[in-house]
Structure formats: C-alpha cells, structure tokens
C-alpha cells in the first residue's frame, strides 16, 4: 500500500465533490472509462471522492453530461507543491541544495566511537586510527574496514578481536583484549599461594580460600608464604586451590624530599600568540597565523566541536596559544621553604595511599634539615595495609 501512496502523491490527485441527481449514474460512467476512485463519501445528493488530477477534466465532461457540478475542494502531491511555489525559485532550489548536502554530509564520518576495556589506552587506540586514515571527516565509502582491523591487531600485541562498524555517519570501534600473563583473568580457576609484599608485624586476617601459615602478632619478611593452596587431608590426599585472602600488617616506610634554597620561578611575558584553525570534513582553513616564539613558551591548546540538536559533527575549530616566559632566580628563607616541603609531602601521602586503597597511616613523623644547597625533609610512617600478592603454582 505504500507504493500507491507513493505513485499518488508523486503523481498528484485531488478532492472533489459531485452535487445534484444521480450521483451514483456518475459513478457508473466514471467506471465505464476506467476512471479510478477512492475515499467515496456522502449523501444521496452529493458524494466526495479523491482521483489522480490527470483524469479530473474527463470527471468534468462526465459531470456536465449526467447534469452534476463538480468542483475540487483540495490538490494533493508533488505537482501542486511545484505549482504552489513556482514563483518562488530561490525557495526551491534552496530546498534542493538542501537536500543533497544533507545527503552529502551523511556519506562523511562524524564521530568515532571507541569501546575497548580499562587496560587499553583509548588515546593511542585513536591514534594509530588517524594513521590508518580513520578520522572525523573522512569519506566513509573509502574506509576499508578490514585492512584497518588487520593492522591495528598487528601494532598493538593486547588485542584479541577487533570489529570496526559503520553505522551511517558514525564509526563504532569495538575491542577486546588479551588477557596478560599474570593477571587476575589469566589466574582464574588456578591454583595460587598468597606471598607478603613487605616486612611487617600480622595485625589482622581475612582468608576465605587457602591455609594460612601465620597469625595475628607474627612478624613476617618479603616474600614470605602467607597463604598455602595447597590443602592436606589427614588421609593422606591433597588439592589445590586459587587463594584468597586479605592478610593486614604493619609495615614502616621512610622518604626523603629536598629541594634547593635557589629555585627559578616561572615568569609570564606579555607576548602571547594564537593560531587558529577551522577544521571541516578533512578540510583545514587557517582564521588567525600566530607565531611560535623562539624562545621558551607555554603552549595551551584547545578544541571545539560543533554540535547540533546533540549530534556532534566533524567540525571543529582549534586554537593554539603561546606564551613566553622566563625563569626569574628566587632565593628561599626556611619558612617558605618548609611551606613547599609540606605541600610535597602531602602529595606524596595522597598518592601512596591512592596506589594502596587498603592502607592506613597510623603513625607519621617529620624531620627537617638544611645543608649548604638545600632544605630537606625526611617522614617516617607505620602504615596498616594488606600485604597479600598472588603466586601461581605449578601443578604441571
């Protein structure tokens, strides 16, 4: 039925009515012609009825014969929109245009969409797609989806399977990844012991697989047996298990950070130059030329994309900065210098317990120290945190 619909409206076709006596004599003689027809609707007077407009001046004469005024009460379809707003060229030509840029612009990649897991950088995964020729504004038609999947498998060792898809003027990357050895998906349903990864004093345990081997308040060095998985029945019989367990200790840790008593601080010039660029479809077109200084700079970079009723397209329009600067010689005094080493030491806290989210610090110390070049501090902690690391057994 679609079809019809299609013929109708490409064709053109109209309403009319049909007023006076006989109106289904009328019908007959329409028929009789192989005049088609449809939507027929109305009294014993007078009917409403919808045909192609080709054939309406044959209704016409057809009306005039059987005694009936006939007139149109609307047009339908593509003629009559040309006849509507054949005044109106610009309109219409503008319309085309349209039209073909919009069919245009689809045939174009306008974003690339990459799903790979945690363990692979989606950064260098991009790219190596832009060497291969995959980026934002790039003719989809010339993509070769399999010679690209072949080579990115080939430069990069960690991936496993790899399906690049194109989805009309969108490009979907999809990877997966190799398991690594040593890690915890490569380690599944093996048998494992659990090994300390310092010296410390057992302060807590948590073991749900394995044997353990110590128990609170022993000391225990690196590398030490933790947990077995190894399990001996008293008949005689053993078996093998993947440990799990989390062994807490007290370990102590110590760091030193110094810095010199003459430091060089950054100072900003006045001179700043942009360059600008406006990027479109693989199109590059420079807006402002700025400079790259001779000397030392700050280069800020940054991008925009255009996007539309929240669909992003391939245009973009990217900014380089650079500001000059030179390194001003600032001699320290011990209070600033002890400001500086404190906001040091903080960091470093932060990050040692980031690298270790199950670390506590229960104890911390400070020390500060000067010699001829420098301002020192030194921190010594105890730290509570689990110790655990897994060892796979050779059952082989």
């Not at 009789?32 to 409403?48: D, Y």
């Not at 060229?89 to 045939?107: D, N, P």
């Not at 420098?374 to 050779?394: A, G, P, Q, R």
Request: proline share 3%.
């Amino acid at each position: 039925m679609f079809i019809v619909y299609f013929l109708r409206w490409l064709f053109g076709y109209i309403d009319f009515e049909i007023t006076g006596k006989f109106p289904e004599r009328f019908i007959n003689l329409a028929s009789r012609r192989g005049i088609n027809m449809w939507r027929l609707s109305g009294t014993k007077e007078s009917f409403k009825a919808s045909t192609k407009t080709a054939v309406y001046s044959e209704l016409e004469g057809i009306a005039k014969k059987n005694g009936n005024e006939i007139h149109i009460l609307k047009y339908h379809g593509l003629p009559h929109f040309f006849e509507t707003y054949k005044d109106r060229v610009g309109l219409l030509i503008g319309l085309v245009l349209f039209i073909a840029i919009c069919l245009t612009m689809s045939g174009f990649v306008w974003n690339i969409k990459i799903d790979a897991p945690p363990e692979l950088n989606e950064y260098e995964i991009r790219s190596e797609l832009r060497k291969m020729g995959l980026t934002e504004g790039k003719w989809s038609k010339s993509i070769d989806t399999e010679k690209i999947e072949r080579d990115l498998s080939v430069k990069n060792n960690k991936i496993s399977w790899i399906a690049v898809n194109i989805l009309g003027s969108d490009v979907e990357v999809v990877i997966s990844s190799k398991a690594e050895i040593g890690t915890e998906r490569e380690n599944v349903n093996k048998a494992s012991n659990l090994k300390s990864t310092a010296d410390g004093t057992i302060t807590r345990m948590e073991v749900r697989k394995g044997r353990a081997t110590v128990k609170i308040g022993d000391g225990v060095r690196k590398n030490q047996l933790l947990v077995s998985g190894i399990l001996e029945y008293t008949d005689g019989s053993n078996s093998f298990v993947d440990s799990e367990a989390k062994i807490y200790a007290e370990t102590s840790r110590s760091v030193e950070i110094k810095i010199p008593k003459t430091i060089n601080l950054i100072a900003k010039e006045e001179n700043t130059a942009t360059k600008k660029e406006f990027l479109a479809f693989g199109l590059t077109v420079p807006i402002a030329l700025g400079y790259r200084p001779s000397g030392n700079y700050i280069e800020t970079t940054a991008k925009q994309q255009a996007v539309i009723f929240e669909k992003t397209l391939p245009i973009y329009v990217s900014s380089e900065s650079f500001t000059e600067y030179k390194n001003k010689p600032v001699k320290l005094d011990a209070v600033q210098a002890q400001e500086i080493l404190n906001n040091r030491i903080m960091l470093y806290e932060v990050f040692m317990l980031y690298s270790s989210p199950s670390a506590e610090i229960k104890s911390k110390e400070y020390f500060y120290s000067e010699d001829n070049d420098f301002f020192m501090i030194k921190s010594n902690y105890i730290i509570e945190e689990n110790i655990c690391t897994k060892s796979v057994i050779d059952i082989a």
